[in-house]
T-cell receptor
Framework: EPEVTQTPSHQVTQMGQEVILRCVPI?????FYWYRQILGQKVEFLVS????????KSEIFDDQFSVERPDGSNFTLKIRSTKLEDSAMYFC??????????FGQGTRLTVV | ELKVEQNPLFLSMQEGKNYTIYCNYS?????LYWYRQDPGKSLESLFV?????AVKQEGRLMASLDTKARLSTLHITAAVHDLSATYFC???????????FGTGTSLTVIP
């Protein structure tokens, strides 16, 4: 069964450093998303991406964040200068457009 | 902004009992999704409800959608310990926009 793959599973970084979280969405899906979840809390929308551009973004997704689909298969989330409050589980999701969104296993980001 | 509320937020129930989780949303939509999340894990799709009156069942779980009332329910029948998890409902308004997630219901089934 096709699945969304995320790497790394866990990333520890120092405050102020840049991190790139990687995702390989399901191949015939058209819409891609990043969500985050602080431990035990709600699932927060960051950004959606369609047709090689951002279609929607939340207030969380400020200038420190960017997304890219560099090669037609990978979908990346970059955080330029991490803050302590960026520590969370980051989920990538992909969506074909007619059923449900499928989520990857997540990257646990710890900023120290 | 669309708001999605679930209740209860926490639910502790005995094995063998029945219970219902409610999901209310604030804007017209006929697309609602239920997900399950185990601690430290991803979101696993349970049900996709795409029309008013839709009802889906899988094992001890049954989900329904009333778009006029902007309400979905997730009914648990004869709960077993394996159902312990957090359950989220999610709504989207049109294809490709964000999925708005509810607050989640943390379910603990006690032997």
């Amino acid at each position: 069964e096709p699945e969304v793959t995320q790497t790394p599973s866990h990333q520890v970084t120092q405050m102020g450093q840049e991190v790139i979280l990687r995702c390989v969405p399901i191949s015939n899906h058209l819409y891609f998303y990043w969500y985050r979840q602080i431990l035990g809390q709600k699932v927060e929308f960051l950004v959606s991406f369609y047709n090689n551009e951002i279609s929607e973004k939340s207030e969380i997704f400020d200038d420190q964040f960017s997304v890219e689909r560099p090669d037609g298969s990978n979908f990346t989330l970059k955080i330029r200068s991490t803050k302590l409050e960026d520590s969370a589980m980051y989920f990538c999701a992909s969506y074909r457009g007619d059923t449900e969104a499928f989520f990857g296993q997540g990257t646990r980001l710890t900023v120290v | 902004e669309l708001k999605v509320e679930q209740n209860p937020l926490f639910l502790s129930m005995q094995e063998g009992k029945n219970y219902t989780i409610y999901c209310n949303y604030s804007t017209t939509s006929d697309r609602l999704y239920w997900y399950r999340q185990d601690p430290g894990k991803s979101l696993e799709s349970l049900f996709v409800l795409l029309s008013n009156g839709a009802v889906k069942q899988e094992g001890r779980l049954m989900a329904s959608l009333d778009t006029k009332a902007r309400l979905s329910t997730l009914h648990i029948t004869a709960a077993v310990h394996d159902l312990s998890a957090t359950y989220f409902c999610a709504v989207d308004i049109y294809t490709g926009n964000q999925f708005y997630f509810g607050t989640g219901t943390s379910l603990t089934v006690i032997p």
